[in-house]
Structure formats: structure tokens, C-alpha cells
């Protein structure tokens, strides 16, 4: 999918691509044997609730006019039989069909996920994460009764129509013969509104995932659209989304409703017809007509419409189910761009040494963010990044960590090509602190040890004392026990820093990543922090993006980026004499203290 937004609609495919199906019906099969016990019962008791016509032939024919008691009390007898064994099963497979039906949507939902986790950064760029979150959660619920229950419906009902086909033609076939006339009818009214049909439920999903993905910006986005009063605004843009999905829900189900009524009239025709042929027949005195056999007729034809509605439903379903499966399977064939290649080695213990070697790299093909980068960091020094905003300094580091590919060049580090290693191993060694410092609902404890899930609780500690988080995580309610909610929004944008900091320390990574670190924490801890940090940073190789240079004066290097290039490097001493563009930044923010 191209960059994508909630109001703009995704491609529609434009034929039904019946390998969906296979792939769809591959998830029933580690559950076969369940299904096809559950089938077999179905099967099984619809056979024998299809004697029942028979049974009451044999009455009226055979056992009313010679009398017979015993034999209509035993056929008064199978029929009961018949009755509960078709509960019975019908139970079991209600029973069944759900598990069944749930398990798959959980294995469905898990292949979603776990690809999810393997996408690119690239990938979560490109669309509203509602439209992501609408495939994982509505459109698997979507399909899963189609999976369980329609199938196991479908093929219990044409089993049904066959055996009840059989029976016709075994009471009379002249009579049949007229009932199967309604079939070609039909047959045409499939054929004239499937495309329309399939089209407008593929419409009807797009429309639902627009409005999952404006449901979802808004409610990350609240607290802007309140500050800037654009509720009203908002509510009118939902209103249009919700409208557009409304009517082509309408549209959708109308193309469904078309059928049932189809099917009914056509049953009544035939019905009338053999109401009044065989009638006529029948007075003509034509062999093999009697009334028990007109009555058992009558009773096979009502059961003859009733699968074909079932049938036609689960077409209806279908072609629902399809255009919810094209999302779910172009989701789980999405791509994984970033991934280890065939030959990737383990990345060995990093010491340090890092080295960008004419690295070019661009978010979308033939806008370079990055223009043939060089330069080299030993082990143990502190790279400082600065430079305007949009320089292209978080593009930088975010490759070093392998989230993006790059164009061309390597990335080297202790002289070994980052694209030549598994992803895993390398990033298990980095120490990443992200601008955006996102906190996971559970406790402090909890999303400290994100950053290393064999943290000891004195190792998490420790690393809180070190970026000065402890003192305010002491002050809440329960400490490093205190829940804290998705994105953090109890805790100040400082304190969030400040845990994600501790975070990205407690993987006692060799090579550290700090993008605006400290950029929401006041003066006054960010001193104490870089006396901390200093202490921590040694040893380990760091980059250091900030816009606040008072943090990144003693590093080793600082590189001043923009427009994707470095355009100056050395010590703040070096860089201070040279007079250039971090001279200017440095004395904009501190000519006045000096
Ligand atoms: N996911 C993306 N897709 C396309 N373009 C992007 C993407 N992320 C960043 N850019 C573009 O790349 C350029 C560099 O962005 P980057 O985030 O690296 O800048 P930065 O120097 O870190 O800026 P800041 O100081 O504001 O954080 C910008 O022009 C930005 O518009």
C-alpha cells in the first residue's frame, strides 16, 4: 500500500482469487478431526430426518388403510428417534463449530501479530495504525463463522439436497423434474448480481477500515483536537465516515437481501406448480401417484429450499468473508524488507567501533535523506548529532540499529557489515532510547525491564539511580510497583524520559543510542544526569542526538548534520574556532550567558 490516510480508500483486487480460499481452509486443517466427527454427526442425523417423509408415506399408503397399529407406532417411533438424534447432534456440533471457529480466529489473529512484529519501521510509516488494527481484530472475527459453521452448514446442506434430490426421485421422478426447474432461475439471479455484489462488500470493508483509522488518530490525538477546539471539525469528518460506511453497508446487504426473496418466490412457484400438476396427475390417474406420495412430495419440497437459502447465505458470506481475506492475507504476505539474509552470521560480542562508509539512504525512492555519509567512532567515544530539525539526524541512527535499509554503502561495526548480521543478535547489543519515549501499560518495574527481561529487580534499580529516575518513582503510591497506563499518561514527558532512559541502560549495551534523551527534563536533574551518564558512558560507544548542546559539549565528536550530510566534525573546542554552523547554533542558544 502506498502512503496511506483514513479518508483515502486501499486498492480494490479485482478478482477473486480462489487461492484465498485454500490458504483460508489450511487453518481448519490441524482441527480436521473434530470437524469431520462434528460433519459426520450432521450428516448422519439430516440423513436420517430425511426418512421422515418416507415414514409418513408409509402411514398414510400402507399402515391407514390396512389398519396397522403396531406399524404406525413404530414408524411414529423412528421419527421421535429421528428428532432427538438430529438435537443431540445439533448440539454437539454448536458446541464444536464455536471452539473450532474461536481456535481458528486465535491462530489467524497470532500469524497477523506475530507478522506485525517483524514489519519494518517503513511499513508502520505508510498507513493509520487503525487500519492495521481493523484487520487484525474485526476481520478475523469476520471470517471465523464462515470457517466454522458455514463450512460445516454448507457441506451438511448440499450432502442434504442430495439426499433429498435421491428421496424425490425415488417417490416420483416427473415430480422432481419440475421442482429442479427453479434451479437455472436462480443460477441467473447469482450470475447478475455477483460482481456488484463482491464489489460493494470490498467497498463496505474499506469504508469500515477509513473509519477505524479515523476513530483511532482521534483518540490519540485528543488532547490537540480539545486544545485547538476541533471537536466540532472532527465530529463532522466522523459523521461523513460513518455516513460513507453506512451506506455502503446498506448497498452491501441489499446485494445479500436480493437472494433470500429470489429463493422464496422461486420455492412458491415450483411449489404451486407441483401443488398443481400432481394433483392433476394424480385425478388423471396416472401410475405412481397417490396421496401419500404427493404429501411426502410436498414435505421433501420445503426442505429442498431451505438448504438452497442456506447455501445461497453462506455465498452471501463469502463473498463477505473474501474481501475481508484479501486484507488479512496482504497483511500476513506484507513484505518483511528488513530481514536477516540467507548468510547472516550471529553478531558477535560488540566492542564498539563503529563506521558509516558512504551511506546514502532514502524513505521513499529518489528523495535522499542521507547523502554518502562517512565517518568513524571508536569504541568508548560519545558521537554527539545535532543540526536543524529534518537534518536527517534520527534517520542516522535509526540505521545503525538496522530499522531501515540503506540505499547503498555499509555500516560497519568492529569492522563487520551490519547487513551481514542477524537483526536479532545485533539489536540485543544496542542500547536504544527513541525520541518518542513510549511507556507500556503495566508497572515501572515492568517497562524498565523492557530493556532487558533477565533484569534482576537491583538491576532495574540501578539503573533508574543512575538516570535520577528512582527519587520520583519512590514518590508515587507503590513505587517501582505503580501501574502505569499505555503511553504513560500518567507520568510527566520528563519522567517518561527519564524510564526509557533507565529502559535503553539496562541492556548494558555496548553501543548506546540517545535521541533527545533529556530534552523534557529540567535543568536541574539533567545536571545531576550527566554526571550519572558521564560515569556511564564510559567504555561504551554513544550517540547523542540533542538540540540542547550544554548536554553534548564534552563529547568526543559532534557531528553538525543537515540536508543529510555532515557538513562539520570535531570537539565542541574544534568546532567553536571554526566558526561555522555549530559556532552559530551554540551561540544562539548561549550567546546571552556568555
Ligand atoms: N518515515 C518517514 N518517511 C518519509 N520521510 C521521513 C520519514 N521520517 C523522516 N522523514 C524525513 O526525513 C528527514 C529527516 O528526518 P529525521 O527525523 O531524521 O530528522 P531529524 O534531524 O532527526 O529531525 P528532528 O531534529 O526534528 O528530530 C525529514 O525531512 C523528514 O521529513
Known sequence: MARNKYDVDEVLEDKFDVNQLKRL???????????????????????????????????????IPNKDMKGIAFYSFLTLLAAFYSAFSLRYKIKYTNQIGQQIIHDMRYDIFEHLQELPFSYYDDRPHGKIQVRVVNYVNSISDLLSNGILNTITDLCNLVFIIVFMLILNVRLTLVCLCGLPILAIVIVVIKKKQRTAWQVQSNKQSNL????????????????????????????????????SWMRAVMFNFTMGPSIDIISIITTAAIYVLGVSWMINGETGITVGVLVAFTAYIGRFWAPINTLAGFYNSLLTAISYLERIFETIDEPVVVKDREDAVEMPPIHGDVAFDHVTFSYEPGVPILKDVSFHANQGQSFAVVGPTGAGKTTLVNLLSRFYNVDSGRILIDGIDIAGVTIRSLRKQMGVMMQDSFIFSGTIMDNIRYGNFSATDEEVIRAAKTVCAHDFIMEMENGYQTQVNERGSRLSAGQRQLISFARALLADPKI???????????TETEIILQKGLNELLKGRTSFIIAHRLSTIKNSSCIMYVDKGTILEKGTHDELMAQKGEYYKLYMSQYASLM
Do not use: H, W
Not at 486443517?29 to 409418513?56: C, D, E, H, N, W
Not at 477505524?212 to 463532522?236: H, K, L, M, P
Open 212 to 247: 477505524n483509522a479515523y476513530i483511532a488518530e482521534s483518540i490519540n490525538g485528543i488532547r490537540v483536537t480539545q486544545s485547538f477546539v476541533r471537536e466540532d471539525v472532527n465530529s463532522g469528518i466522523f459523521n461523513n465516515l460513518s455516513g460513507s460506511y453506512r451506506k
Open 512 to 522: 548506546l543510542i540517545l535521541d533527545e534523551a533529556t530534552s523534557s527534563i529540567d
Open 25 to 63: 481452509l489450511a487453518y481448519l486443517i490441524p482441527y480436521r478431526k473434530r470437524f469431520v466427527s462434528v460433519g459426520f454427526m450432521m450428516l448422519s442425523a439430516s440423513a436420517f430426518t430425511m426418512l421422515i417423509p418416507q415414514f409418513f408415506q408409509k402411514v398414510m399408503d400402507v399402515c
